[in-house]
């Protein structure tokens, strides 16, 4: 009996030695990286479609900012999509300006660029210099679409000229650091895959796999249409994106996405971890004004969202129903990651040019992880200097849950004694900056988080 209660004792006195800060959560929507509603189009601070259509056509030039406040929600994404006739007017002539302008723009407006290059759809033709160079043809002129030039993809000249556009766009932005993710896109109606007129397995691989050959960094996304593919494209470590998400389906039609398609799809192939390795991206099928108009279930749409672990979601830069504008900000809180330091135990007393003891436990209160590496770090600040430590972990790693970090910390030696403010925050690897918004209380203007006070001796 007295070993426990010298064990308790020697418990206590090390606990009294030390600094324990509990920050206090918050119940805010975080916009941070990689994450939450996207603008499609679009970029923050410019108008939204009116009504309930879109524009699939990308933009080509500069979009100017409305003059007013816009009523959609920050972003840190902007998903823009261009057809090949925009991107390759003439043969081996690439108008690369206006990927550069999309990237310029998205840094300027404070967010990543997500990207799709697109063949061709119903109004928006092949390239004419294609249509002419004596490229098979897959469907014919008299036939029931025949208005529409579909073009036989297992033509190799499809496959060499298609396949050109996609290895000049990975050598030129692979890697870019305000590149978020591309969508995989391979023939049929928008690139996704699917349509009247597939070519065989084996070259459905094959324009498949000039994505994983043109982006070796940057994350890459797979439409859901095609199982096979989409296992496939899993497998080698993509993220998969829906287009029809929300689709509950219509009068007379005894099918809907929301109910048939997408989870029978990841049941049956096996892609319910899917999300550990690679994010997860939804675009509305319509609108949420015509999912309003429809009376559509939008709890259940949410809930199989974040059953589905999504990161973010394309809402075709459209008006969100003013009944449904805090149940979609509800939405944002539990999407994508959501980090929350929930204590932070230290030494009240430390040695410049010695390592100091830190326990950390987390929490990830999001459906997924963070799929872009960054710095967690822990900063002494104060009228003697300041020192950056660099905690050890891999935030990419920590899934919804709990994670901790205990060990210990490496204090400069150049510190001068003196009180020191103890901040935390999530850098961006490439500037140093912080980048991750929290859900606790602290942050600092320049995005760091105070936590408490320690004396350097």
């Not at 294609?130 to 043809?137: D, E, F, K, P, V």
């Not at 849950?401 to 935390?424: E, P, T």
Request: aromatic share 14%.
């Amino acid at each position: 009996m007295r070993r426990f209660s010298l064990f308790l004792l020697l418990i206590g006195s090390a606990a009294a030695q030390s600094a324990v800060v509990r920050p206090k959560t918050i119940d805010d929507v975080l916009v941070n990286p990689g994450m939450g509603i996207q603008t499609f189009q679009r970029y923050n601070r410019q108008a939204i479609y009116p009504g309930l259509r879109w524009s699939e056509v990308g933009p080509d030039a500069k979009v100017e900012d409305a003059p007013g406040k816009v009523d959609f929600p920050e972003s840190s994404v902007a998903y823009v999509r261009w057809f090949w006739s925009q991107l390759e007017p003439e043969r081996g002539k690439y108008r690369w300006d206006i990927i550069d302008t999309a990237l310029d723009e998205a840094r300027r407006h404070g967010q990543k660029l997500d990207m799709r290059l697109m063949p061709y759809d119903q109004s928006s033709p092949l390239p004419q210099w294609y249509r002419n160079s004596g490229a098979r043809r897959a469907n014919k002129p008299t036939g029931q679409d025949g208005k529409i030039w579909s073009p036989d993809s297992a033509d190799p000249l499809y496959i060499q000229t298609w396949g050109a556009v996609v290895a000049q766009a990975g050598k030129r932005y692979d890697g870019h650091p305000y590149l978020d993710a591309v969508d995989i896109s391979t023939f049929g109606y928008w690139g996704e895959g699917w349509g009247p007129y597939p070519p065989d397995w084996p070259t459905q691989k094959l324009l498949t796999d000039q994505y994983f050959d043109a982006f070796r960094r940057t994350p890459l996304l797979m439409n859901f249409d095609v199982l096979q593919t989409l296992i496939y494209s899993t497998g080698r470590g993509a993220g998969w994106r829906a287009d029809c998400w929300g689709d509950m389906g219509r009068p007379g039609r005894n099918f809907a996405h929301m109910l048939d398609r997408y989870p029978q799809f990841i049941a049956e192939g096996n892609l319910q971890d899917a999300w550990q390795h690679g994010p997860v991206s939804l675009e509305s099928c319509g609108t949420p004004g015509s999912w309003f108009r429809d009376r559509y279930d939008l709890q259940y749409i949410f809930d199989q969202a974040l059953r589905w672990h999504v990161s973010t979601v394309n809402i075709k830069s459209t008006a969100i129903p003013e009944e449904w504008k805090k149940p979609f900000d509800e939405f944002q809180k539990k999407m994508g990651y959501r980090f929350a330091l929930r204590k932070l135990e230290y030494p009240p007393a430390v040695t410049a040019g010695r390592t100091m003891p830190v326990n950390m436990w987390w929490l990830n209160a999001g459906v997924a992880p963070v799929y872009s590496e960054y710095t967690l770090a822990v900063e002494l600040r104060g009228a003697g200097g300041s020192c950056v430590m660099k905690v050890p972990v891999d935030v990419r790693k920590w899934m919804p849950g709990d994670a901790v970090y205990d060990g210990s910390l490496y204090v400069d030696d150049h510190l001068k004694a003196g009180i020191y403010r103890v901040r935390v925050a999530m850098l961006d690897p490439r500037t140093g900056q912080p980048a991750i918004k929290l859900a606790i209380e602290g942050r600092q203007p320049d995005g760091w988080y105070d936590l408490g006070e320690i004396r350097v001796e």
